[in-house]
């Protein structure tokens, strides 16, 4: 591997520098990469035959894709880093805005009011759209009926709607014709508008692969049918909705055109998501993202970097709380105290 990597480079050095014109250095190594897969390919196929280099061949496309996919996310964060780590610090967490102006020194306010907003918006879209979600996968999946392929066509439809469409709506259901005002729970509506498609698609697909033996199996014991769904095949699929769910509250945690019409934004922290206006973490960015004042940016991108965490610890947690415990058989080998008593 080593010498076809040294070999590949040498190769389009020599095409690049003595034979043509070309140059930049996106297409040396996107040259570079192709002339390795196909050098690769042949070592391997003189050393053990065709069945191991096209399977070597695929293992070492795989690896190059996933190192491809990582550069943006990992100069996304190192640049996120830079920009933002000047001014994290504890208090950061608990002060929010309030006797700050435009003309403060960076660092006099905090992100409390949007940290608190963000995690009671995305809560309460979660508390009703997750569920939501997962009972209109089963239906899809499992129940069926002249109703699912019409139920199909809106949660598709919904999937291709543009996320303001969704602040748009709820602004003129709830705010203005209702008269509800701004508040948290117009925000988290707007967000559970985009995030009920995402977990209904996710979920019926990871429902699909659940095996119909383990279905069959549960209704031939004499099983209801819904005593199959909640018993057999939601548990069966657990791990899959975790994930369905991971990213649902990814898409809900990063909207941002939807909370222009349902918080408004607010500088001072409002802990109750359902009466006055609120912030977010996206929102407070977008807005300060743009002012003219260093102070304002540089907290923007302190902000980007607290969503950041946040998302990765919200992550973490589900991922631990989803993993399967697999119980362990103790096998005990029976003692001269062990013995079998027939009655």
């Known amino acids: 591997m080593v010498g076809c990597v040294a070999s590949a480079v040498a190769a ?30 042949v070592v391997e196929l003189q050393l053990h035959g065709r069945l191991v280099a096209n399977d070597r061949l695929l293992s070492a496309g795989v690896v190059a894709g996933t190192a491809v996919l990582a550069i ?5 964060m ?11 610090s504890v208090h950061l967490f608990y002060k929010d805005l309030r006797n700050v ?11 409390a009011m949007a940290i608190v907003g963000t995690l009671e918006q995305v809560g309460l879209a979660v508390l009703w759209g997750v569920p939501a979600g997962i009972i209109t996968a089963v239906f899809l999946n499992e129940v069926g009926g002249r109703f699912a392929s019409t139920i199909r066509t809106v949660v598709t439809a919904m999937a291709g709607l543009p996320s303001i469409m969704a602040g748009v709506f709820i602004y003129t259901i709830w705010i203005v014709e209702f008269g509800f005002g701004f ?12 995030l009920l498609p995402s977990i209904t698609r996710t979920t019926e697909e990871v429902l699909k692969v659940v095996s ?9 014991l004499g099983a209801p049918e819904w005593r199959t769904v909640w018993s057999v095949v939601l548990p069966t699929a657990r791990t899959g909705i975790i994930t369905a769910v991971v990213l649902g509250v990814a898409r809900a945690v990063g909207e941002t055109a939807p909370l222009l019409f349902t918080i408004f934004g607010n500088s001072f922290t409002n802990a109750n998501p359902f009466s006055g206006p609120q912030s977010s973490l996206t929102l407070f960015l977008f807005q300060k993202i743009k002012s003219s004042s260093p102070a304002e940016v540089s ?20 991922r ?23 009655t």
Not at 14 to 40: H, I, K, M, R
Not at 212 to 220: F, K, P, T, V
């Open 320 to 342: 631990i709380l989803g993993r399967r415990t697999r119980s362990r058989k103790r096998v005990v080998s029976p003692g001269p105290e062990a013995k079998l008593v027939e």
């Open 212 to 220: 119909g033996g383990l279905r069959e199996a549960a209704l031939a």
């Open 12 to 41: 389009v050095w020599l095409v690049f520098s003595e034979l043509t014109d070309l140059s930049g250095p996106f297409g040396f190594v996107v040259c570079s990469l192709a002339a390795f897969l196909f050098l690769y390919w």
């Open 101 to 111: 102006g435009p003309l403060s020194p960076p660092g006099s306010g905090g992100l």
């Open 299 to 318: 907290l923007a991108y302190t902000a980007a970097l607290v969503l950041v965490i946040i998302v990765l610890l919200l992550f973490s947690i589900t």
């Open 72 to 76: 943006p996310l990992v100069a996304m």
């Open 78 to 88: 190192v640049f996120l880093v830079q920009k933002g780590w000047g001014l994290l």
């Open 183 to 194: 508040s948290g729970l117009a925000g988290s509506m707007a967000i559970g508008i985009m």
